[in-house]
């Protein structure tokens, strides 16, 4: 069982809302990633962290943003919730670089907007 | 166009009985392929890993096969339990790049029926 949290596990909300979705890890990973994922569709990354204060663009295009201040935490943040950021987004670690180490995930929040 | 496709797109077996999910791949230069399997409102947890030398690899129930030179990967079940019951994807990395990047399928969704 991996030792990565998400909350909240669900969470609806009006349009033009600002949420911030909780991401932490006890493994002591460095690299850490945010997944935006539709169902039956596949994972697309979104964010991604090397380690504190670094962190990156995925390859698909997201208003969200993100932090990293601390190794352990990972929060995305977005400032006005449209129905368009209706998914499920994932977060995950590793220990090393991805094409070489396994992605550990998280249980996921699924977000809907109204 | 996904370099990664699975196939079937779902499929609905009887407990007990055996089957064998498919990923054929473009993704070059090739790294490692990964069979994830994910629950219903949960994240993906690793099955198996392979590399480029690897043509078999067993967790339990569940053998991986990889054939670099077709590109094409293959996920056998033997005697399913409805545990076994989820999305099963399939991810393969590169290694031409720093990130070493990710490439995810969308998932073969098994229902196992008692």
């Known amino acids: 069982e991996a030792d990565i949290y998400q909350t909240p596990r669900y969470l609806v909300i009006g349009t033009g809302k600002k949420i911030t979705l909780e991401c932490s890890q006890t493994?002591?990973?460095?690299?850490m990633y945010w997944y935006q994922q539709d169902p039956g569709m596949e994972l697309h990354l979104i964010h991604y962290?090397?380690?504190?204060?670094?962190?990156e663009k995925g390859d698909l295009s997201s208003e969200s943003t993100v932090s990293r201040i601390r190794t352990e935490h990972f929060p995305l943040t977005l400032e006005s919730a449209r129905p368009s950021h209706t998914s499920q987004y994932l977060c995950?670690?590793?220990?090393?670089?991805?094409?070489?180490?396994?992605?550990?995930f998280g249980p996921g929040t699924r977000l809907t907007v109204l | 166009k996904n370099q990664v496709e699975q196939s079937p797109q779902s499929l609905i077996i009887l407990e007990g009985k055996n089957c064998t999910l498919q990923?054929?791949?473009?993704?070059?230069?090739?790294?490692?392929l990964r069979w994830y399997k994910q629950d219903t409102g949960r994240g993906p947890v690793s099955l198996t890993i392979?590399?480029?030398?690897?043509n078999t690899k067993s967790n339990g129930r569940y053998t991986a096969t990889l054939d670099a030179d077709t590109k094409q990967s293959s996920l056998h079940i033997t005697a399913s339990q409805l545990s076994d019951s989820a999305s099963y994807i399939c991810?393969?990395?590169?290694?031409?790049?720093?990130?070493?990047?990710?490439?995810f399928g969308r998932g073969t969704q098994l229902t196992v029926w008692p």
């Open positions: 493994m002591g990973h460095d690299k």
């Open positions: 990923c054929n791949y473009t993704v070059s230069p090739f790294s490692n």
């Open positions: 991810v393969v990395s590169d290694r031409g790049s720093t990130l070493g990047r990710l490439y």
């Open positions: 995950a670690s590793s220990r090393t670089q991805p094409h070489t180490d396994t992605q550990y």
């Open positions: 392979m590399t480029f030398s690897e």
């Open positions: 962290s090397y380690g504190v204060n670094s962190t």
